[in-house]
């Protein structure tokens, strides 16, 4: 069935860059001139292999880290810019889910502390209103009180990614972001974790940009899917349309390497040619000082299709039909 989703975008990512200056003189280029947008009540899924960008990208519109280029726009305003009051009301409309909640929660505090900060912090509630409002926050993700005078250590994973969900909406962002917030569940626990978020979204209105390495998640849960190779956006199109209409090799290339339990046990796996070891890094992102004076497509070197003039020039994302952009200049119609 076809959710509304509002059309006033609420968030621009404008010609992003982020590289990260090492200690060696070496600069890691993890996000590279990439945009995206973001409307009301949209939920967008970003896939790509690890070292892509993901997590620098979703941190970057988070206000965690700085872009080295480019303007990141929610309502409007240019989050880098955001100081004292504005700033602080940022952090409260979006909230974010990583994937190691273990960390998140310091391990001197309770559960309970843990989920009163939103209220102490943002709402100037008193304690006891607060305790209140933390006891509304566990039952809501199905848990029981006895869980708020535990502290990390005592929760299984599950649990303590339940504890991070309940933190993150109690105060309605309008911003949810998962930074592949159940990758490391197994998937019945995986799939409790998506209902409590989509029941929420569904209730809320609320906006979620999600990362996982899942595509039928992405699939399933994304009304638009972001696929990210070294830090570009290869292919943005319609969740509906991935299996059936991706055209970017990388994308195929992802598809074809899903496992299905009815597939032969000799089925052949698809593999990633070698890649170009001159500018990439072994994991992800790509070597500034190395990358200057190559023009060429970033996935050329493992590209099937890619001729000359692919190592010449840089494909831009380009419109192929409504709503579906595409980064390759072999697989797009309009060339
Ligand atoms: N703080 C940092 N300092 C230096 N390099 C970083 C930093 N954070 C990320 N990187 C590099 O940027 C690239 C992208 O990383 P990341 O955004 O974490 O990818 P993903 O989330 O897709 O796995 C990687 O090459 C990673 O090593
Ligand atoms: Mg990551």
Not at 62 to 85: H, Q, S, Y
Not at 118 to 125: D, G, H, M, Q
Not at 182 to 187: I, N, W
């Amino acid at each position: 069935m076809e959710r509304e989703t509002g059309t006033r975008e609420m968030l621009c990512v404008d010609h992003v860059s982020k590289v990260f200056e090492l200690e060696n003189r070496k600069r890691i280029c993890a996000v590279e001139n990439l945009s995206l947008t973001m409307n009301r009540g949209e939920r967008v899924m970003v896939v790509g292999e690890s070292g892509c960008g993901k997590s620098t990208l979703v941190r970057m519109i988070a206000g965690i880290e700085m872009p080295t280029g480019g303007r990141i726009l929610f309502n409007g305003k240019n989050v880098p810019d955001l100081r004292g009051e504005e700033l602080r009301q940022y952090r409260r409309q979006v909230q974010m889910v990583f994937q190691d909640s273990g960390h998140v929660i310091s391990p001197r505090m309770t559960i309970g502390e843990f989920l009163r900060e939103p209220w102490v912090c943002f709402e100037r509630k008193s304690r006891r209103e607060a305790d209140e409002l933390v006891r509304y926050s566990i039952q809501r993700v199905g848990l029981d009180e006895t869980y708020l005078r535990r502290r990390p250590h005592q929760l299984s994973g599950g649990e303590l990614q339940r504890i991070c969900v309940a933190r993150a909406i109690a105060l309605h962002p309008q911003l949810l972001i998962c930074d592949e917030a159940t990758s490391a569940l197994d998937v019945s626990v995986q799939k409790q974790i998506l209902d409590l978020i989509r029941e929420h979204v569904e209730e809320s209105g609320c906006s979620v940009l999600f990362i996982c390495h899942d595509l039928a998640l992405a699939e399933n849960f994304g009304d638009r899917i972001a696929v990210m190779y070294r830090g570009n956006i290869v292919e943005w199109l319609s969740g509906d349309h991935l299996r059936r209409q991706a055209l970017h090799p990388y994308t195929r290339l992802l598809l074809d390497s899903v496992f299905s339990i009815y597939d032969e046990p000799d089925k052949p796996i698809p593999f990633l040619p070698e890649e170009d070891v001159r500018f990439c890094l072994p994991e992800g992102g790509f070597d500034e000082n190395e990358k200057q004076g190559r023009t060429g497509c970033l996935f050329c070197a493992r590209c099937e299709w890619a001729d000359e003039e692919c190592r010449k020039k840089c494909p831009e994302l380009r419109q192929v039909s409504p709503g579906h952009f595409v980064a390759c200049r072999k697989r797009s119609p309009i060339v």
